[in-house]
């Protein structure tokens, strides 16, 4: 956006690893929905209270406009590399979980964003959408599906690199194998950065009016350094996960969707299941899971000190007391700790009841650093979510958390510069307005906005079947 905005000026991305988004931005280490309410359950645990579900569809219309803009304008090239038309779907088992899945469609189904949603109850219907669900299915009780034709796939990796070409067009220097070990605020206002190059391992200093740290499990760890009072008593619990894949094409043709579901008993919301079509490079496969993880590293590709270099005194015990506070959670993480691949298995075969073991096989997903912040009521709570954090005088911002952040980072980048440029945001207004019109008229105030923003960013980005 400051590429658009003020492409004169100085502007520097300092990225780890070898290559860009290859932490959690790689296709293979998220899910790659275009997280937009559609079929994520953990975000209407109320059926009868679609706020939350309906702000994520609202944030993800705007980052269809914003990528839209882009392709219109020639900076982004290739929308299907990075988006595909894919169906959300739920599917949920048993009287209870049908009865939740029918109040949720009907309290959705009145809102212009979610009005397209089909619901049935019939085995036949269902198994039209999804076959793979229904085939071989041999459980005779209760089972209900909600189905959004107008979903996504989405490769962050691929749109993350495309996103960083158009930076560099407009002059931005990227500088790979480049680690930033610690932040200064200086007397002047300025920052200095302490960026080492893993190369060869030299240190330099980067003096900066303004920094943003998004550094996925890092994050915290670098907004401490900065010493901003603002993430004063936050830490983090790391989670991984791992999921099911497979290439076989007579499996992954025959499954056009992403289909989640309810889960389990006290597991976090970040577990819910699902079974899902991957678009990478051209090529169709398909994820099941997550099946959680536990390291002590922030990334992926981290160290096994990183979650200890994040405990300070005034965090420990809110630490420890989401430990306390969730034991339902602790249960279900030793669990899924000693789980065998034939207990994980039989989770894919309750979706897919003809899955063959030896189609399918297990990968390593990212790592996710989520958020424990101090609350008024208790020393710490466990959060679900992204959450921006700025320095009071606007001289600083981090992203913290986990998913939907990637889908509605354009909603997340927009809050950034109102709160950190707010002199400069009064005049990129226009221009902003520009690459995405639904600041300036809410595509979700009728039917008639939701169906045209739907229609036109489809054809711009190559979603219409």
Not at 173 to 183: K, M, Y
Not at 281 to 290: I, T
Not at 332 to 345: D, E, G, I, T
């Amino acid at each position: 956006m400051i590429a658009k905005l003020q492409p004169e000026w100085s502007v520097s991305l300092f990225e780890r690893l070898d290559e860009l988004a290859d932490e959690s931005s790689n296709p293979w280490n998220n899910a790659g929905t275009g997280h937009s309410g559609l079929c994520e359950l953990n975000y209407m645990p109320d059926p009868a209270d679609p706020s939350k579900a309906a702000d994520i569809a609202r944030q993800f219309h705007l980052s269809r406009q914003f990528w839209a803009s882009l392709v219109k304008d020639g900076d982004l090239t290739e929308p299907g590399a990075f988006i595909n038309p894919t169906p959300h779907m739920d599917i949920v088992f048993g009287e209870r979980d049908v009865n939740y899945l029918r109040q949720r469609f009907h309290t959705l189904k009145g809102l212009p964003l979610f009005s397209a949603m089909e619901y049935s109850e019939d085995r036949e219907t269902i198994a039209s959408w999804s076959p793979l669900l229904m085939e071989g299915r041999v459980d005779t009780g209760p089972v209900a599906a909600t189905r959004y034709e107008a979903g996504t796939d989405v490769d962050f990796g691929a749109l993350t690199k495309a996103l960083v070409r158009t930076m560099t067009v407009s002059g931005a220097d990227v500088h790979l194998q480049h680690e930033v070990t610690a932040l200064k605020r200086n007397a002047d206002g300025l920052w200095t950065l302490k960026v080492r190059d893993r190369r060869n391992r030299r240190t330099v200093d980067v003096r900066s009016r303004f920094v943003f740290v998004g550094a996925g499990g890092y994050a915290l760890k670098l907004l401490q350094k900065a010493k901003i009072p603002e993430v004063r008593g936050y830490s983090v619990f790391p989670f991984g996960a791992q999921f099911f894949r497979t290439d076989n094409p007579d499996v992954v043709r025959r499954h056009d969707a992403k289909v989640y579901s309810q889960a389990d008993l006290g597991a976090p919301p970040m577990s819910v299941p699902h079974l899902d079509k991957r678009v990478v490079d051209g090529d169709s496969s398909l994820l099941f899971g997550p099946y959680a993880t536990f390291s002590t590293r922030l990334l992926k590709r981290g160290r096994l000190i990183d979650l200890f270099t994040t405990i300070r005194l005034n965090n420990i015990q809110g630490m420890l007391s989401v430990g306390i506070q969730n034991p339902s959670l602790v249960r279900y993480l030793v669990l899924q700790l000693v789980a065998s691949r034939k207990r994980k298995f039989k989770e894919l075969q309750r979706f897919y009841p003809e899955a063959v073991s030896a189609d399918w096989h297990l990968i390593q997903a990212g790592q996710r650093a989520q958020l424990i912040k101090p609350a008024e009521d208790r020393a710490g709570v466990l959060m679900f979510g992204t959450e921006l954090v700025t320095g009071s005088d606007g001289s600083i911002a981090g992203l913290l958390g986990a998913s939907p952040g990637a889908s509605t980072a354009p909603s997340i980048m927009l809050d950034l510069l109102a709160r950190c440029f707010p002199d400069d945001y009064r005049s990129w207004q226009p221009t902003l307005n520009s690459l995405v019109p639904a600041l300036e008229s809410p595509v979700d105030t009728d039917q008639i906005g939701v169906d045209q923003n739907l229609e036109v960013t489809g054809e711009i980005l190559g979603l219409t079947r």
